[in-house]
């Protein structure tokens, strides 16, 4: 096996952890956003306010497009399996 598809493998494994990680962070980005302006609005310093608010989201995101990921990474990771005979030889 040579550097360059070592380079490329490592190359699709982190383009499909951040694209399966981007949904979350984004939703987590717009809350936090959303809680800081209504936080900022109002003068509430709590800190525990942004926490279950961001825990829903996290957990609404992975009910709605967790099958999506899951069916993106069990493909990469068929494809890589069915790689291994190409790269042993």
Do not use: C, H
Not at 40 to 50: D, H, P, R, V
Request: aromatic share 8%; net charge neutral.
């Amino acid at each position: 096996m040579s550097s360059t598809e070592v380079m490329s493998m490592t190359y699709q494994a982190l383009r499909l952890a951040f694209m399966l990680a981007a949904p979350m962070l984004v939703v987590i980005l717009a809350v936090g956003l959303i809680i800081s302006i209504f936080q900022a609005a109002t003068q509430i310093n709590e800190m525990t306010l942004s926490f279950i608010p961001k825990l829903i989201a996290v957990g609404l995101v992975l009910v709605f497009a967790g099958p999506w990921m899951l069916n993106t990474l069990v493909d990469f990771l068929r494809t890589l399996f069915l790689q291994i005979p190409q790269m042993v030889s």
